[in-house]
Nanobody, 124 residues
């Protein structure tokens, strides 16, 4: 059974850091496109960033230079290191996997497995 599970969310003050983890199972993690998405309260879901099987990353403009995505293929875990957090980063953060794709994109519709989400709240 394909499964991705997020962890690591919480409450942090502005300027602080958090690291989210996404544990994957039930598919060949090393060959999958992996992505982080978020949904702020009352807003549409948006892309945070993606990482392909070779470790190439791409980030949304609002998090560039502050967030870093990495993956450990041996452990089937993806990470999201979030630094210099801002109140506008407050959102439910979701991990997603896209299997069977040659190229990875940031389009959420390409991702076929989603986690339940982990809440990140940044206080001012």
């Amino acid at each position: 059974q394909v499964q991705v599970v997020e962890s690591g969310g919480g409450l942090v003050q502005a300027g602080g850091s958090l690291r989210l983890s996404c544990a994957a199972s039930g598919f060949t993690f090393s060959g999958a496109c992996m992505g982080w998405f978020r949904q702020p309260p009352g807003k549409e879901r948006e892309g945070v960033g993606i990482i392909d099987k070779n470790g190439f990353t791409h980030y949304g403009d609002s998090v560039k230079g502050r967030f870093t995505i990495s993956r450990d293929n041996g452990k089937s875990i993806m990470y999201l290191q979030m630094n210099s957090l801002k109140p506008e980063d407050t959102a439910m953060y979701y991990c997603a996997a896209a299997t069977g794709r040659v190229y990875c994109s940031g389009a959420s519709t390409d991702y076929n497995s989603w986690g339940q989400g982990t809440q990140v709240t940044v206080s001012s």
